[in-house]
T-cell receptor
Framework: DGGITQSPKYLFRKEGQNVTLSCEQN?????MYWYRQDPGQGLRLIYY???????QKGDIAEGYSVSREKKESFPLTVTSAQKNPTAFYLC???????????FGQGTRLTVV | AQKVTQAQTEISVVEKEDVTLDCVYE???????LFWYKQPPSGELVFLIR??????QNEISGRYSWNFQKSTSSFNFTITASQVVDSAVYFC????????????FGTGTRLQVFP
């Protein structure tokens, strides 16, 4: 089945550790996005990529890094520089910003 | 600047009531796209509708309808005869494909439909 897969669903990490969230899609989409969702703040764009080996910062990129080495994959690393990393992270993909985006089921990251 | 405002944080209705979710957007571009998504408790966002800036026709899909008005920069969503299954968070989003090419979301409106 075609879709977008995020893993893991729940992730616990100690403060100060880097952690990488996985996002894979088999929809042949060119564009991929990472969003962070906090209660009452909606979805905020972290990074996005319109093509392989290229990506742009969103509105809250500080403390995060990404790579886009393959069309299907867009992993997000939450670094120790991110001051408040506990949140729900959503990955999405589309054929471009003119088209609808498909979302993964999200990863809930808790830093203790 | 590109911005989406959903002023209604939470709405509660009783089943069978009609409800309208507001969305106001800001853009400097003449070509842009507007979207509505539904987020049920499971967390995954589900696409509902897309509109481009040149198509101001209102759309109806079953109990759902959308009112796009460029004059007021609004793209409102109405659910007729609401049902408990409509309970979710609803997001409005905007993209400017010839400008930033970002997909920006509003803060969402939580709809609770009580039996």
């Amino acid at each position: 089945d075609g879709g977008i897969t995020q893993s893991p669903k729940y992730l616990f990490r100690k403060e100060g550790q880097n952690v990488t969230l996985s996002c894979e899609q088999n929809l042949n989409h060119d564009a991929m996005y990472w969003y962070r969702q906090d209660p009452g703040q909606g979805l905020r764009l972290i990074y996005y990529s319109q093509i392989v080996n290229d990506f742009q910062k969103g509105d809250i990129a500080e403390g995060y890094s990404v790579s886009r080495e393959k069309k299907e994959s867009f992993p997000l690393t939450v670094t120790s520089a991110q001051k408040n990393p506990t949140a729900f992270y959503l990955c999405a993909s589309s054929f471009g910003s003119r088209t609808e985006a498909f979302f993964g089921q999200g990863t809930r990251l808790t830093v203790v | 600047a590109q911005k989406v405002t959903q002023a209604q944080t939470e709405i509660s209705v009783v089943e069978k009531e009609d409800v309208t979710l507001d969305c106001v957007y800001e853009t400097r571009d003449t070509t842009y796209y507007l979207f509505w998504y539904k987020q049920p408790p499971s967390g995954e966002l589900v696409f509902l509708i897309r509109r481009n800036s040149f198509d101001e026709q209102n759309e109806i899909s079953g109990r759902y309808s959308w009112n796009f008005q460029k004059s007021t920069s609004s793209f409102n969503f109405t659910i007729t005869a609401s049902q408990v299954v409509d309970s979710a968070v609803y997001f409005c989003a905007l993209s400017e494909p010839y400008n930033t090419d970002k997909l920006i979301f509003g803060t969402g409106t939580r709809l609770q439909v009580f039996p």
